[in-house]
Nanobody
Framework: VQLQASGGGLVQVGGSLRLSCAAS????????MGWFRQAPGKEREFVGA????????QYADSVNGRFTISIDNAKNTIYLHMNNLRSEDTAVYYC??????????????????WGQGTQVTVSS
């Protein structure tokens, strides 16, 4: 299984960015796709997650209402749409796959596969 994240970059406060994560290597029915982020000196934190079928999206309180996850099953790609970005959103963003949908989606250690990360920098 491979996860290829892309779309990071430098954006101003209040701006928008879309991250992509292309998955390959098997079928992913029943999986959960999550997004996490890690800022310098901080622990990796949950951003949001969604089922591979595009149902039951969950978001961290810090991004709820600003970030949206969508999925294109035909392309095996999941997206993180980030709007109204803040300086505290600066981090390396990771996509990850969790094969056990009944688990706590916010717990990073429960995810089986991880992408390489993409840097998002929000400047003021």
């Amino acid at each position: 299984v491979q996860l290829q994240a892309s779309g990071g970059g430098l954006v101003q406060v209040g701006g928008s960015l879309r991250l992509s994560c292309a998955a390959s290597g098997r079928t992913f029915n029943g999986y959960v796709m999550g997004w996490f982020r890690q800022a310098p000196g901080k622990e990796r934190e949950f951003v949001g997650a969604i089922t591979w079928s595009g149902e039951w999206p969950q978001y961290a309180d810090s991004v709820n209402g600003r970030f949206t996850i969508s999925i294109d099953n035909a392309k095996n790609t999941i997206y993180l749409h980030m709007n109204n970005l803040r300086s505290e959103d600066t981090a390396v963003y990771y996509c990850a796959l969790n094969s056990y949908s009944d688990s706590d989606w916010a717990v990073a250690i429960l995810y089986d596969y991880w992408g390489q990360g993409t840097q998002v920098t929000v400047s003021s």
